[in-house]
């Protein structure tokens, strides 16, 4: 491989990763943090993309950059953006800033003994990655090497982060979720059917977003489909397509987005993808495999013989992409609407 | 094709260095929207333009990633005047007041 | 890029580092593909490109939204509970 000029792009991300962080920090205002904070992760983007992990990369950008400042905006709108000023005087400030500070020089000590970038006798990179560059290929038939460790050689992780993603769906959810019949708010009335446009809202964000969606959502099975072939998988597909929703809901208003998907429909789909990829798993132990041994499933999945661990990846994705999707939107209804489900960023 | 990329990318910076001197420069919100707004989305439209002229003379499958650069600058055309707009919009109702010359 | 940060940095009103983030991730998109073409390998990047160039949309729209619904950009100085408006 000819010498890649890596130094000239990752040392000015670095600082720039920096600044901003700084930056980020001494914003008093806690939505110019958040805005800046959005503006951080995509540069940690950028230096995940030159080290060459594109599939990071790809994650950092759709969730870091996007969907979580998203989710940041909408708890700021139901709290206050102010931060209260701290207590403590003089000695308190010092003794924080000597236990950051030795906390700091621990870390940094610790450089010298990590091994070089990119060296091939680390022990990343000598044991087990070897046996997952050679036999990709010959295993699964899957040339994105990512895709596969994620899905087949580490199944097990996925469908257990998978799983974290669903908890994290329903903690919000039980944390925040107000029981229309026990609280005494003014209620709005049953959600209808027809879209409720506040009057001062822009026709041109609502028609360029009417425009955006069906992109998105093509863009983001793409992303699902083709995770073999490109960076991409479940996760990335999954995201884009909760943003699109997320989308509708900024740009129309939140009652329209529950008038086409209800609570319990949302509810009950996040469920659905956690159990199509446990339901996989249990299919190769009917067939005689071990849990989540795709290679089993070879007389039920169509195609060619020796295909099944690739079409096993792809089911196990597709029920990935599909948690992922609707807890971000399920997330968002919540947070932006403080738990009444009506009305919202 | 080499020299057309070349002359793209180029005017797409200078487009972008303008940009960003208008940014710092305005004295007003409102003025440097349109800084943003404008030059901002014109100068990554030329350069993804040049990009694709720069692609076009290498690889077999360049046509596919032409079309996927032309994408992404079909997506900005139109949504970065868009979001444009709802700053200016919501600058608007939240009450930042434009900039008035002093009556000398 | 680093001149749009000090907008950011310095800017007066909180709509103005929106503004400079806008603009940042709108060049950083280029910066991606300018990355891939200098790697060689430009069809891993370009998907990335083109994901990030609709998030980058999503954020904008969403924080404006804040501000056209609390119409006010200065933060209030209650530390309560803030009412859905």
Known sequence: MPSLPIWQFDVPLLILVVLFAVVALSIRNLMGTAIVFGAYSFMMCLIWAGMGAVDVAFTEAAVGAGVSTVFIVSTIYNTSATMPPRPGGLPFKLFIGVVVTLTGVFLLSAIPDFPKWGEPNSPANATVAPYYISNTIADAHVPNIVTTVLADYRGFDTLLETTVVFIACIAIYSILRVDEARSKTEDSGPVDAEPHYDPSDSLIVRQASRFMVPFMQLFALYVIAHGHYSPGGGFQGGVILGASLILVAISFDLKFLLAQWREKQIMLMVAWGVFLYAVVGLGCVFMGGNYLDYGFLNPVLPGEQDMARSHGILLVEIGVGITVMFSMIGIHINLASNGHFDRGL | ?104 | MLLVLVLAIKGPTVIDRLVAVNVIGTKSIVLLLFAGILFGQLDMFVDIALGYGLLNYIVSIAASRYYQHRKCLEPEHTIGKGEVS
């Open chain 2, 1 to 104: 094709m080499d020299i057309l990329a070349g002359i793209l990318i180029s005017t797409g910076l200078i487009f972008f260095l303008g940009t960003t001197i208008g940014l710092l420069r305005f004295p007003d919100f409102y003025s440097r929207m349109h800084a943003a707004g404008k030059g901002d989305t014109l100068s990554t439209v030329v350069i993804l333009l040049g990009c694709i002229c720069l692609i076009s003379t290498q690889g077999d499958l360049s046509w596919i990633l032409g079309l996927k650069i032309l994408l992404i600058i079909n997506f900005i055309f139109i949504g970065s005047p868009t979001a444009t707009h709802a700053m200016m919009d919501a600058g608007n109702k939240a009450g930042a007041k434009p900039w008035k010359k002093d009556a000398d």
